[in-house]
């Protein structure tokens, strides 16, 4: 079993940034793909990002291109999603997941084929 918890939400002002974090414990990240997604009220959770811990490589969503990065710590088994210019419309309950890194390429922006889940961080940005 993997056990995520995410860390790093909170309130910000339109423009801001903040940095999200997802730490895993029982398990370590190396055969894994690791995404983050969020869901706002009334919506979808919907796919931001992934890294694929093995080779580093990184997806992102249009929302995030150019405003979000992903990134690792490999000493700490830590993912990070820095976010910057944030918007009111990235509101949301910020999640991260694991997916197996085999075949995760034609699965990763489905929520559905991600087997752990962390409990959710919530972003609230202000106009």
């Known amino acids: 079993q993997m056990q995520l918890v995410e860390s790093g939400g909170g309130l910000v002002q339109a423009g801001g940034s903040l940095r999200l974090s997802c730490a895993a414990s029982?398990?370590?990240?190396?055969?894994?793909?690791i995404g983050w997604f969020r869901q706002a009220p009334g919506k979808e959770r919907e796919f931001v990002a992934v890294?694929?811990?093995?080779?580093?490589?990184?997806v992102y969503a249009d929302s995030a291109k150019g405003r979000f990065t992903i990134t690792r710590d490999n000493a700490k088994n830590t993912v990070y999603l820095q976010m910057n210019s944030l918007k009111p419309e990235d509101t949301a309950v910020y999640y991260c997941?694991?997916?197996?890194?085999?075949?995760?390429?034609?699965?990763?922006?489905?929520?559905?084929?991600?087997?752990?889940w962390g409990q959710g961080t919530q972003v609230t940005v202000s106009s």
């Open positions: 890294l694929n811990w093995s080779d580093g490589n990184t």
């Open positions: 997941a694991a997916i197996g890194a085999v075949g995760y390429g034609a699965h990763y922006r489905y929520p559905d084929h991600y087997a752990y």
């Open positions: 029982g398990r370590t990240f190396s055969s894994y793909c």
